[in-house]
């Protein structure tokens, strides 16, 4: 049995907080979510570190970042 599934990798949007790590940045990526009690649209942020092979990308800049293999222990995204 043969399965031809392929896995949708996700995709976000962010600004770069922190460039300097070699080849890796910190991207800040915000959603607008509704509170579940309160009934009230509010603005969640996480940081997600990305690997950026040559350190292209400064603080400030808007990327997008997709899901990959992980690269190290915390990094499993990747600038495209």
């Known amino acids: 049995m043969e399965k031809n599934v392929q ?3 996700r995709t976000l949007k962010g ?7 070699k080849d890796t940045v910190t991207v800040r ?4 979510v509704k509170h579940a009690k309160y009934h009230k ?3 969640i942020h996480k940081k ?4 950026d092979a ?3 990308k400064k603080v400030g800049d808007i990327v997008t970042i997709e899901e990959t293999a ?9 600038v495209i």
């Open 7 to 9: 896995k949708i990798k």
């Open 15 to 21: 600004v770069v907080t922190s460039d300097k790590m």
């Open 29 to 32: 990526v915000e959603r607008y």
């Open 41 to 43: 649209y509010i603005h």
């Open 48 to 51: 997600y570190k990305a690997h």
């Open 54 to 56: 040559g350190n292209t």
């Open 70 to 78: 992980p690269i190290s222990k915390d990094k499993h995204f990747k």
